[in-house]
């Protein structure tokens, strides 16, 4: 009852809060100035204490630099209330005003010019069961350059074939629609039947491959185990799907057919065992394994490579894309390995 509205710092502006219009889009009653006549009327007996206030948030806090925020260095903080529709039209407006247009970006072999006329994108998400009616899948693709039509053709570059793209959609929260054009910097959703991946480039025809898009190495790690050994299939399904979308990370030992989940914080195993619950109709319990960190292994030379797999075969898996990984049991044991195969690179962190 006592809240009057929201203070924007770097404009000296009051938005003041009105009530009762959650279900459509709020006046924008705003008062110039926290030390004018009207803001003293409007905070009344808490003006003199927000002043205060204030005065130190401005000197612990940093002066708003456009600079620093596109350079990923400083977060501009937004306070408001989404259910009551207020405060959220001052952070969209902020959003369009400072956030960067489209950026030339790197491949393999050259630079990708936002510029450009030719077409290029990059897939950067994957989100499973988006319609749960149909089980679909959503390959979302930045478009880096050129132009996006309806029905026309592209280079799937890691498979090496060219697909064409009639049901391209965009989506405004909950809402999805058909896409007929799009250009640099807008990003459109694909449907995904299994081949797409995360990093995967789309092209004109050109053979590129977009870097910069890292997979990071997970930290915690438990071995899920299934309450009714009959739906194997349906887990291993699910857990690849997940997989692919960044939900979690799944290895697959090369010694046993155990299935070993990956994730970077513990309420990700949560939301994995509520999905495959919901979502595939997979019940199944977590169970604690002696592993402290995951490595992705590779070296130039192949002959060290296959001695160290003969070597540390108890040891290495499979991730979900194939990639040979170490499954250290303590950090002290990755040191030792990482001493006595120096031809053998451990990764944190790969490339889609």
């Known amino acids: 009852k006592e809240f009057k509205g929201v203070y924007n710092l770097v404009a000296d502006i009051i938005?003041?809060?009105?009530?009762?219009?959650?279900?459509?889009?709020?006046?924008?009653?705003?008062?110039?100035?926290?030390?004018?006549?009207?803001?003293?009327?409007?905070?009344?007996?808490?003006?003199q204490d927000f002043l205060d206030e204030i005065e130190l948030?401005?000197?612990?806090?940093?002066?708003?630099?456009?600079?620093?925020?596109?350079?990923?260095e400083m977060t501009p903080v937004y306070f408001g209330t989404a259910l009551g529709n207020f405060s959220v039209r001052e952070m969209l407006d902020d959003f369009v005003e400072w956030a960067?247009?489209?950026?030339?970006?790197?491949?393999?072999?050259?630079?990708?010019?936002?510029?450009?006329?030719?077409f290029t994108g990059?897939?950067?998400?994957?989100?499973?069961?988006?319609?749960?009616?149909?089980?679909?899948?959503?390959?979302?693709?930045?478009?880096?350059?050129g132009e996006f039509k309806k029905g026309m053709k592209m280079h799937h570059s890691r498979i090496g074939?060219?697909?064409?793209?009639?049901?391209?959609?965009?989506?405004?929260?909950?809402?999805?629609?058909?896409?007929?054009?799009?250009?640099?910097?807008?990003?459109?959703?694909?449907h995904n039947h299994g081949t797409i991946q995360i990093g995967d480039t789309f092209t004109a025809g050109e053979a590129l491959k977009f870097k910069g898009i890292p997979h990071f190495a997970p930290e915690l790690f438990r071995r899920i185990r299934l309450k009714d050994p009959l739906k194997l299939k349906q887990l291993q399904k699910g857990l690849t799907q997940l997989s692919e979308e960044g939900s979690t990370q799944v290895f697959m030992p090369l010694r046993n057919n155990d299935l070993i989940v990956g994730a970077v914080g513990v309420l990700q195993f949560e939301v994995v065992a509520f999905r495959l619950k919901e979502e595939y109709k997979v019940d199944c319990v977590y169970e604690p394994i002696s592993i402290h960190v995951a490595r992705w292994v590779e070296s130039a030379d192949s002959t060290q490579l296959e001695k160290f797999r003969k070597k540390a075969f108890d040891n290495l898996a499979t991730d979900g894309g194939g990639y040979l990984t170490y499954l250290a049991p303590t950090r002290v044991n990755l040191n030792l390995m990482e001493d006595r195969w120096s031809e053998v690179s451990f990764r944190s962190t790969r490339e889609h």
């Open 57 to 72: 948030v401005q000197g612990a806090s940093n002066k708003f630099d456009r600079q620093a925020y596109l350079r990923g």
């Open 122 to 145: 990059f897939i950067f998400k994957i989100q499973a069961n988006m319609d749960p009616k149909h089980r679909d899948r959503i390959a979302f693709m930045r478009i880096c350059s």
């Open 100 to 118: 960067p247009g489209p950026l030339d970006r790197e491949t393999e072999t050259k630079t990708v010019a936002a510029s450009d006329s030719t």
């Open 161 to 190: 074939k060219d697909i064409k793209v009639t049901d391209a959609v965009t989506f405004v929260a909950g809402d999805r629609e058909h896409t007929e054009t799009a250009v640099s910097g807008d990003i459109i959703g694909l």
């Open 15 to 47: 938005h003041v809060y009105q009530k009762g219009q959650g279900s459509q889009i709020p006046d924008d009653v705003c008062i110039e100035g926290l030390r004018s006549r009207e803001a003293k009327k409007l905070l009344g007996a808490y003006h």
